[in-house]
């Protein structure tokens, strides 16, 4: 499946590119509304996006009376991204998302650097999610832990359905003339082509420790770099970055995707796929 990356489209403003996907994940909702960061909230580097949204959102009241019947008239699967400070606020979220059968999935924001208050562990969030719904929950991790692959395993054991891999890393920009940050809250979040090696590493370390399904991001750009995410062990591949410069990238990278398997004599994705398994051994941190 080619779905978008969390924050990084607005089916509501942008319902064809929305409907150019398999699935549509929407930005990420808290249990109260957020104003989000002062200004500047974006930044472009040599490398990437810096971002510093801060989670904006409407809250999950307004979501569910206003954003779903909308999402719900667009005719695309869609999935809830689901965040909080607390374990409460999760399952709090899930469980009013549970009643709901026109959410297909939930994706567990537990890696996003952008929010300042301290979250509980991710397998703690997981677990309390697990008992609040029985929709399909994907956890969306940082590649920030020292080892990514213990804490999918933890998540895994705590009743996850598969990850999202990976979310941005924490950045800054210096702004060339004043030497002050160029984001109104100092530091961002780093986006784009620089997360690519760092995002495949992830998606093999995660797919050889739990063998999960896994939606691979971070930098894809081309049907190429979709590709190389299947490879390492994606099962489906999500676009973020590559929205904001390119609407039209899910119809374009289908295409690629399509004549890069053809290039290796594969008729589908899953003979890209089975490389995982068959390197899934061999693959190396070093
Ligand atoms: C402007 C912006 C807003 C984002 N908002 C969210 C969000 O609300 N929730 C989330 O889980 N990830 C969020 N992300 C992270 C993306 O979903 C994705 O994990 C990351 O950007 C890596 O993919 P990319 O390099 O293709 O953009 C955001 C990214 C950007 C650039």
Known sequence: ?????????????????ARSLDAFVTKTVTPLPREGNAPARIAETDVGMLNAIGLANPGIDRFLT??????????????????????????DICSRLDDHAVVSAIELNVSCPNVEAPVESATQIVAAARLATRKPLWAKLSPAAPDVGEVAQAA????????????????????????????????????????????LAAVASCYRATGMPIVGMGG???GLDALEFIAAGAQHVALGTVLFADPDAPARIRMELHAAAAEHGWNSYDDAYAVAHEESLSLRTT
């Open 1 to 17: 499946m080619l779905l978008n990356a969390s924050g990084c489209l607005d089916a509501l403003t942008a319902p064809d590119v």
């Open 66 to 91: 206003r954003n779903l019947p909308q999402l719900e008239k667009l005719g695309v699967p869609f999935w809830v991204s689901v965040g909080g400070f607390q374990t409460d606020d999760y399952a």
């Open 156 to 199: 895994q054991a705590a009743g996850v359905d598969g990850l999202s891999l990976i979310n941005t890393l924490r950045g800054l920009k210096l702004d060339a003339r004043t030497l002050r940050p160029a984001l109104g809250p100092g530091q961002g979040g780093l986006s784009g082509p620089a997360l690519k090696p760092i995002a």
């Open 220 to 222: 894809i750009q081309t």
